[in-house]
T-cell receptor, first 112, second 113 residues
Framework: DQQVKQNSPSLSVQEGRISILNCDYT??????FLWYKKYPAEGPTFLIS?????DKNEDGRFTVFLNKSAKHLSLHIVPSQPGDSAVYFC???????????FGKGTSLLVTP | DAGVTQSPTHLIKTRGQQVTLRCSPK?????VSWYQQALGQGPQFIFQ???????QRGNFPDRFSGHQFPNYSSELNVNALLLGDSALYLC????????????FGEGSRLTVL
């Protein structure tokens, strides 16, 4: 069963505006949540993460928000740039385990 | 500092054949995980190797097997290939322990005809 869900397969945003990518999860035992970015013909690259004991983590233009009661997290990109166009994967991790649980990804297109 | 390297990058096999994919982890990393990414899906965990032993396995049949060598490099073997095994196979080595951060290679694109 899919424990991490990204319900929007694609998103299109104008350059300079905010991009908001959403992710829902079902397992309350996850300890970390991560976002990975993937360009075509490349492997996923780590973007930003958040511990389950936090509700916000910021790194430059990227901010991840975690709402544990709703089992929901979101990635905000401000301002969006054309180079941000990629597939973004939400992933969750239990520190007692070894596997990352990934969502299906959201394809972000930032238009000039 | 070389990142995670995988070979081959692309390969085509026919049903019933066997395939071996190879991975060298990022320098200094001793743990290797393998993931399968089917078209339109997120990566799915196959297994993880540490100290030459399989530590955990995802929901994949025994046709999928692996190995880790003393230099930490790893192989993924798939026997009796099915059409549904067509996917991008990603190798990852572990970054900061306990956070889930992984460094991925570019992947091996397997097509089964």
């Amino acid at each position: 069963d899919q424990q991490v869900k990204q319900n929007s397969p694609s998103l299109s945003v104008q350059e300079g505006r905010i991009s908001i990518l959403n992710c829902d999860y079902t397992n309350s035992m996850f300890d970390y949540f991560l976002w990975y970015k993937k360009y075509p013909a490349e492997g996923p690259t780590f973007l930003i993460s958040i511990s389950s004991i936090k509700d916000k983590n910021e790194d430059g233009r990227f901010t991840v928000f975690l709402n544990k009661s709703a089992k929901h997290l979101s990635l905000h990109i401000v301002p969006s740039q054309p180079g941000d166009s990629a597939v973004y994967f939400c992933a969750a991790f239990r520190d007692s385990g070894y596997a990352l649980n990934f969502g299906k990804g959201t394809s972000l297109l930032v238009t000039p | 500092d070389a990142g995670v390297t995988q070979s081959p990058t692309h390969l085509i096999k026919t049903r019933g054949q066997q395939v071996t994919l190879r991975c060298s982890p990022k320098s200094g990393h001793d743990t290797v995980s393998w993931y399968q990414q089917a078209l339109g899906q997120g990566p799915q965990f196959i297994f993880q190797y540490y100290e030459e032993e399989e530590r955990q396995r995802g929901n994949f049949p025994d046709r999928f097997s692996g190995h880790q060598f003393p230099n930490y490099s790893s192989e993924l073997n798939v026997n009796a290939l099915l059409l549904g095994d067509s996917a991008l196979y990603l190798c990852a080595s572990r970054g900061q322990v306990g956070t889930g951060e992984l460094f991925f290679g570019e992947g091996s694109r397997l097509t089964v005809l």
